[in-house]
């Protein structure tokens, strides 16, 4: 089947130590998207790229990268995590860009920070 | 401020009972989407709606989309513990920027 792929389930790193987490889709879908998620809160879109477009939303900290090396893949890298970037990362795809269009979710990537 | 305001934030019901939940916004969206989200699990889309009016209807889930697409509402017809999730309206008043609302925690208590 079709699906959203996010590699590992769950994280643990130390503070400041980097982490990278991965997420891969066979659906071809030329729109990939990183959330950051809180408990019992809505999603919060950290960047989106458009086939090899990258577009970071203002309020992203820089200490957040990420890179898509093809279709397929996509990662998100934290350079020095912090005690508040603990939360559930979530990987999304969608065939465009546009309101009409479904995201298709990655089970995501709850991240520990110790 | 949020684009997209979900009200109640948390709603605890008994199984059985009825129940809405309200997205608002004062832009005007060509269209808005309600996921579901279970503990542990990305969203899943349950509805798309486009039409300014426009009711779906979803087994026991309805959603309607107001007239002047700033708004939309999802009701819960005697609602199930398998009902028991976020769910989360979004959707994209530009085109190119995505935005999900604030969310809504429900639990069904058996």
């Known amino acids: 089947d079709a699906m959203v792929i996010q590699n590992p389930r769950y994280q643990v790193t130390q503070f400041g130590k980097p982490v990278t987490l991965s997420c891969s889709q066979t659906?071809?879908?030329?729109?990939m998207y990183w959330y950051q998620q809180k408990s019992s809160q809505a999603p919060k879109l950290l960047f989106h790229?458009?086939?090899?477009?990258?577009?970071n939303e203002a309020d992203t900290p820089d200490n957040f990268q990420s890179r898509r090396p093809n279709t397929s893949f996509c990662f998100l890298d934290i350079r020095s995590p912090g005690l508040g970037d603990a939360a559930m990362y979530l990987c999304?795809?969608?065939?465009?860009?546009?309101?009409?269009?479904?995201?298709?979710f990655g089970p995501g990537t709850r991240l520990t920070v110790l | 401020t949020q684009l997209l305001e979900q009200s109640p934030q948390f709603l605890s019901i008994q199984e059985g009972e009825n129940l809405t939940v309200y997205c608002n916004s004062s832009?005007?969206?060509?269209?808005l989407q309600w996921y579901r989200q279970e503990p542990g699990e990305g969203p899943v889309l349950l509805v798309t709606?486009?039409?300014?009016?426009e009711v779906k209807k979803l087994k026991r889930l309805t959603f309607q989309f107001g007239d002047a697409r700033k708004d939309s509402s999802l009701h819960i017809t005697a609602a199930q513990p398998g009902d028991t999730g976020l769910y989360l309206c979004?959707?994209?008043?530009?085109?190119?920027?995505?935005?999900f609302g604030t969310g809504t925690s429900l639990t069904v208590i058996p």
């Open positions: 832009s005007v969206f060509s269209s």
């Open positions: 999304a795809t969608s065939p465009r860009q546009g309101s009409y269009n479904e995201q298709f």
């Open positions: 790229y458009y086939d090899k477009d990258f577009n």
């Open positions: 659906l071809n879908h030329n729109v």
């Open positions: 979004a959707g994209d008043p530009t085109g190119n920027q995505f935005y």
């Open positions: 709606v486009v039409t300014g009016g």
